[in-house]
């Protein structure tokens, strides 16, 4: 049942920043307000990375804003390492 949960989770959150993105694009070319680095940051570091590092490569948005895709690659990098570790402590509890 947890799995089923964090499954949906990850899902719905991967869309999620996947839309963000998308419209803040929309946002960017119509000249309309924007969605803030911190919240599309946010969205990323919650679950929704891997939406995230897609959106911004399909629709080639925030590619070049350097600081911030260092930031979104950290927090990539940092849910990588935390996830091999959860394999690491499981596969060792057996």
Request: glycine fraction near 6%; avoid cysteine; charged fraction near 20%.
């Amino acid at each position: 049942m947890f799995l089923a949960l964090a499954i949906l989770y990850l899902f719905v959150l991967n869309v999620a920043a996947y839309l963000a993105f998308a419209r803040d694009k929309a946002a960017a070319i119509e000249g309309r307000r924007r969605i803030s680095e911190d919240r599309l940051l946010a969205l990323a570091f919650l679950g929704g990375s891997i939406g995230a590092k897609v959106a911004q490569m399909a629709l080639r948005h925030k590619i070049r804003k350097e600081p911030f895709r260092q930031q979104l690659n950290g927090i990539i990098a940092v849910q990588i390492v935390a996830l091999a570790a959860v394999f690491a402590l499981s596969y060792m509890a057996r």
